[in-house]
């Protein structure tokens, strides 16, 4: 799950670091009112979108003007100007794709006088299993074009769970980013609280980009952007809270209410899968037969026959899918569920594309007869190889 920037900057504030004032707001005249009550001289207005790149995008509007996502404002009444044309307008960015996302809630902060920009993140290293950091003294910019151009300038690091952030961190960090004296003592107080909060949160990614140097030398976070992990999400329900769910795929959130593991991707093929492992599987197989997956679908392992419904509806009602397949070993999934389940939706919400069961396992041969007895227009498969060649045949005859 993701938050927006200010709600990230204020859970760092619990854990005690330096970010600057600001307001969230809804409209301009609260825009207004916000600016008033930080003061200025230096004001910036931010465009609360799940995704960065903000400085750099441009709205797809004229009338949200020619600068970008994030704006430096040097008036109230400017504040106020920029709130008018940036909420309700499109902003595209590297990260949003060309869609881009509408703009609904701005971040009015307090200007910051930069003397440098860094990055730094914190994610999960797989390799290691262990928490590490990235860093970089080229921050602001575009950090993946500095991994490619010039990865020397990139430091990574784990920690050891056991020990914490340790003294030695902090030299590292301060050594790499040039830091020195009571700069040096920040920058090892900043990575501590935030390998704090990374824990205490159960944060999957933990990005600011940047992490300036002020001109009165301290160090702030000016940007933050903060993954949770979905399935510690149980224990945090102030960070639940913060859900913006206008930011997430509407077919995903569905999936989430069913509790079906679903992630939208931008191909033709709809699947339904039991297991990650073949869900995974199948998105491959159908790469490999010249088609593109339209999501990755895992029902798991005991799903009802109501779940399997709320699935095949959800699959369904994305118009970018031309053909469905269903691909189910049956273990504790029975194939019979599975194929009640399918001819459910089907009758609820009819069939407009070519359809391919493949079923395997318990109770295959009642499933089968069950898909059979039912008369729809089903196109049964002997195994995955056949259910795929079948599924992209009929899509590429139908295009
Ligand atoms: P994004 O990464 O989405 O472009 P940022 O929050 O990093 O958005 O803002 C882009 C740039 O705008 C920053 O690199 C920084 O130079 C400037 N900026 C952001 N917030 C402030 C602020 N409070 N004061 C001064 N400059 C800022
Ligand atoms: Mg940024």
């Known amino acids: 799950m993701n938050i927006h920037e200010y709600q990230g900057k204020a859970v760092?504030?619990?854990?005690?670091?330096?970010?600057?004032?600001?307001?969230a707001i809804?409209?301009?005249?609260?825009?207004?009112?916000?600016?008033?009550?930080l003061g200025g001289p230096l004001w910036v207005v931010k465009s609360q979108i799940h995704a960065g790149g903000r400085g750099k995008g441009k709205f797809k509007e004229a009338a949200a003007g020619e600068k970008g996502g994030v704006r430096l404002a040097k008036s109230v009444e400017e504040v106020k100007e920029f709130a008018r044309q940036m909420l309700g307008n499109t902003l595209v960015t590297l990260q949003t794709g060309p869609?881009?996302?509408?703009?609904?809630?701005?971040?009015?902060?307090?200007?910051?006088?930069?003397?440098?920009?860094?990055?730094?993140?914190?994610?999960?290293?797989?390799?290691?299993?262990?928490?590490?950091?990235?860093?970089s003294t080229e921050g602001g910019m575009d950090i993946e074009q500095?991994?490619?151009?010039?990865?020397?300038?990139?430091?990574?690091?784990?920690?050891?769970?056991?020990?914490?952030?340790?003294?030695?961190?902090?030299?590292?960090?301060?050594?790499?980013?040039?830091?020195?004296?009571?700069?040096?003592?920040?920058?090892?107080?900043?990575?501590?609280?935030?390998?704090?909060?990374?824990?205490?949160?159960?944060?999957?990614?933990?990005?600011?980009?940047?992490?300036i140097v002020t001109k009165d030398g301290h160090l702030r976070v000016l940007d933050a952007k903060i993954s949770f992990d979905s399935n510690a999400l149980y224990r945090h329900r102030d960070i639940v809270e913060l859900r913006d769910l206008t930011e997430e795929d509407e077919k995903e959130i569905e999936a989430s209410k069913y509790d079906l593991a679903y992630i939208a991707l931008d191909g033709t093929i709809g699947c339904?899968?039991?297991?990650?492992?073949?869900?995974?599987?199948?998105?491959?197989?159908?790469?490999?037969?010249?088609?593109?997956?339209?999501?990755?679908?895992?029902?798991?392992?005991?799903?009802?026959?109501?779940?399997?419904?709320?699935?095949f509806k959800i699959i369904t009602a994305d118009p970018q899918v031309k053909g469905i397949l269903v691909n189910i070993f049956g273990g504790i999934m029975k194939c019979d569920v599975i194929a009640k389940?399918?001819?459910?939706?089907v009758k609820a919400v009819g069939l407009q594309v070519p359809l391919v069961v493949r079923l395997e396992g318990t109770n295959v041969e009642l499933g089968k007869q069950i898909i059979r007895e039912s008369g729809l227009n089903v196109i049964p498969a002997d195994d995955l190889d056949d259910a795929a060649q079948k599924i992209v045949g009929a899509v590429k005859k139908a295009a």
Request: aromatic fraction near 6%.
């Open 12 to 23: 760092l504030k619990e854990f005690g670091l330096p970010v600057s004032k600001g307001r």
């Open 26 to 37: 809804f409209s301009p005249d609260e825009a207004e009112a916000a600016a008033r009550e």
């Open 99 to 135: 869609a881009g996302k509408q703009v609904n809630r701005l971040y009015i902060e307090e200007g910051s006088d930069i003397a440098s920009e860094f990055y730094l993140s914190l994610l999960v290293d797989r390799e290691t299993g262990r928490v590490a950091f990235v860093i």
């Open 146 to 211: 500095v991994a490619h151009d010039a990865p020397e300038k990139i430091l990574t690091f784990a920690v050891d769970p056991a020990t914490g952030v340790m003294p030695h961190h902090g030299r590292v960090v301060a050594k790499a980013l040039g830091l020195t004296g009571d700069l040096a003592k920040e920058a090892t107080d900043v990575i501590s609280r935030l390998y704090t909060a990374f824990l205490a949160k159960d944060m999957s990614m933990l990005e600011i980009n940047p992490l």
């Open 272 to 311: 339904m899968v039991n297991g990650a492992g073949l869900a995974m599987a199948t998105l491959d197989i159908i790469k490999l037969y010249g088609e593109e997956p339209a999501n990755f679908l895992d029902v798991g392992g005991g799903a009802t026959e109501e779940k399997v419904t709320a699935a």
């Open 341 to 345: 389940g399918v001819i459910a939706a």
